[in-house]
T-cell receptor, first 113, second 117 residues
Framework: SQELEQSPQSLIVQEGKNLTINCTSS?????LYWYKQKYGEGLIFLMMLQKGGEEKSHEKITAKLDEKKQQSSLHITASQPSHAGIYLC?????????????FGKGTKLTVNP | GAGVSQSPSNKVTEKGKDVELRCDPI?????LYWYRQSLGQGLEFLIYFQGNSAPDKSGLPSDRFSAERTGGSVSTLTIQRTQQEDSAVYLC???????????????FGPGTRLLVL
C-alpha cells in the first residue's frame, strides 16, 4: 500500500521567514493534495497537483510536484501567524480525485510573531 | 449548508456503549468518505460511498464499525461496543462524481471528537 512521509514533523519559524515542507511517496503519485488543519477544525483544501512538474500558488503558498522523485513540496513565503497549523499531504489512486486518500502524518507549523 | 457538517462535534461515552456519528455532505456530492484521525496514526481511511455502488469498506478496523448512507446523502457511522482505542476524531468528506472531468477534491467536515472512557 502507498505510504506518504512528511518532513519535517514539526517546524517553528519566525514571522516573515520562508519555509518548505516535503511529502515523499512510496509509490507513483497520480494526484497529490495539500490540506491545512487547525486544532478543532476539519481539513481545509489548499491545492491539488496532478501532473509532474506542476506548480500551483495560492497567496503566499506554492506547491510543486516532482513526479520522478515521487515527491511534492509546499513552500510558504514570508510566513505569518495565520499560516500556523498542521499541513497534511494526501495521495489518491490512479482514477482521479474521488478516491480514498492516503495521508502523511502531517507537519505541525508554528509561526512566532 | 455550504459545507460538510458533522454531529455531534464531541461525544464522550463509556466503554461498551454504541455510538452513532452523523455526516451531512455537500449537496450534490455523490461521493462520501469517512476517515479517522488519532494520535500517532495520522489520518486513516475507513469507508467510501459512491452513488449507488457498493461501499468500499476496506478501511474499517473491525466488524464493530459500520456505516450507511441513506438516500445518497446523509451518512451515519456506527461503532458498537466501543473500546478505548476507538477514541479519535472521525472526519467525513464529500466530493463530486468521480467521473467528472473537472478538478476534484474532497471537502472535509469539522469532525466528531470521540472519547471512550
Amino acid at each position: 500500500s502507498q505510504e506518504l512521509e512528511q518532513s519535517p514533523q514539526s517546524l517553528i519559524v519566525q514571522e516573515g521567514k520562508n519555509l518548505t515542507i516535503n511529502c515523499t511517496s512510496s509509490k507513483t503519485l497520480y494526484g497529490l493534495y495539500w490540506y491545512k488543519q487547525k486544532y478543532g477544525e476539519g481539513l481545509i483544501f489548499l491545492m491539488m497537483l496532478q501532473k509532474g512538474g506542476e506548480e500551483k500558488s495560492h497567496e503566499k503558498i506554492t506547491a510543486k510536484l516532482d513526479e520522478k522523485k515521487q515527491q511534492s513540496s509546499l513552500h510558504i513565503t514570508a510566513s505569518q501567524p495565520s499560516h500556523a497549523g498542521i499541513y497534511l499531504c494526501g495521495a489518491g489512486g490512479n482514477q482521479g480525485g474521488s478516491e480514498k486518500l492516503v495521508f502523511g502524518k502531517g507537519t505541525k507549523l508554528t509561526v512566532n510573531p | 449548508g455550504a459545507g460538510v457538517s458533522q454531529s455531534p462535534s464531541n461525544k464522550v461515552t463509556e466503554k461498551g456503549k454504541d455510538v452513532e456519528l452523523r455526516c451531512d455532505p455537500i449537496s450534490g456530492h455523490t461521493a462520501l468518505y469517512w476517515y479517522r484521525q488519532s494520535l500517532g496514526q495520522g489520518l486513516e481511511f475507513l469507508i467510501y460511498f459512491q452513488g449507488n455502488s457498493a461501499p468500499d469498506k476496506s478501511g474499517l478496523p473491525s466488524d464493530r464499525f459500520s456505516a450507511e448512507r441513506t438516500g445518497g446523502s446523509v451518512s451515519t457511522l456506527t461503532i458498537q461496543r466501543t473500546q478505548q482505542e476507538d477514541s479519535a476524531v472521525y472526519l467525513c468528506a464529500s466530493s463530486q462524481d468521480r467521473f467528472s472531468r473537472r478538478e476534484e477534491t474532497q471537502y472535509f467536515g469539522p469532525g466528531t471528537r470521540l472519547l471512550v472512557l
